[in-house]
């Protein structure tokens, strides 16, 4: 019986350890992203070459959107 018991508290603070590391990772990351301004450019048709280039100058790809015979990737670095 205290074998149970003392692995149930185990499991308890084991638990709540990991709730509080996880929510501290959350409250940092919603910081951090709230600290950071976006710019955001809209291109289409890119070689390999320009991707490359626009990846060295720090833009990240983030959608590409294709309708009506036109394609438009979207990118954002951070300014």
Do not use: D, H, P
């Amino acid at each position: 019986m205290k074998q149970v018991i003392r692995l149930l508290l185990t499991l308890v603070v084991f638990a709540s350890l990991c709730l509080v590391g996880w929510t501290e990772n959350r409250q940092r990351a919603s910081a951090s992203s709230a600290k950071t301004s976006w710019e955001y450019i809209i291109r289409g048709g890119l070689t390999e070459q320009q991707l490359n280039e626009l990846g060295a100058q720090g833009w990240e790809l983030v959608a590409v959107v294709y309708g009506n015979g036109v394609s438009g990737m979207y990118f954002k670095r951070a300014k």
